[in-house]
C-alpha cells in the first residue's frame, strides 16, 4: 500500500514537473510571440477599424499599419546601445514593461493619435528583442 502512494505522489510532482517545463517554455518564448503580434496586429485591426471609424483615411491607415515597423530600427539601435551596458538578461526582463504599456494603449485607445503611440512603443520594443535574440 506504501509503494502505490508513493508511486501515486511520484506521478503526481512529474506531472507538475511536466507543466512547469511547459510554462517556462513558454515564458521564453512570449518574446517571439509578441514579435509575431506586433508585425500582424494591423492586418487585424485595419479592417475592424474602418468598419467602426469610418471617417479613416488610407493615409492614417498606412501609418498605423507602418509606425509598428518604421521605429523597430529605432528600438535595435538602442538596443545594442544598451545590450553592454546591462546584459542581454537583464534588457529582455526591462523591455517587457514597456511593450505591456504599449499595448495597453493600444487596447484602450480612443483616439488615432493613441493608436499611433501604441504602435510605435510596439515597434520600439520589438526592435529591442529581436536585436538582443540575435
Keep these: 500500500m506504501y509503494y502505490y502512494i508513493g508511486k501515486q505522489i511520484e506521478k503526481y510532482f512529474d506531472s507538475i514537473g511536466a507543466n512547469l ?29 474602418s468598419l467602426e471609424y469610418p471617417s479613416i483615411s488610407y493615409e492614417q491607415s498606412s501609418w498605423i499599419a507602418s509606425l509598428g515597423v518604421i521605429s523597430n530600427p529605432i528600438g535595435a539601435l538602442l538596443g545594442g546601445m544598451m545590450v553592454d551596458a546591462v546584459g542581454r538578461r537583464l534588457l529582455l526582463q526591462s523591455i517587457v514593461l514597456p511593450n505591456l504599456i504599449g499595448w495597453l494603449v493600444i487596447a ?8 499611433c503611440i501604441g504602435r510605435f512603443i510596439t515597434g520600439f520594443t520589438i526592435g529591442m528583442f529581436c536585436f538582443v535574440l540575435n
Design 21 to 49: 517545463t511547459v510554462l517556462a517554455a513558454l515564458a521564453a518564448q512570449s518574446i517571439n510571440i509578441s514579435v509575431g503580434f506586433c508585425q500582424g496586429f494591423s492586418a487585424v485591426l485595419l479592417p475592424q477599424y
Design 108 to 115: 484602450f485607445s480612443e483616439t488615432y493619435v493613441f493608436l
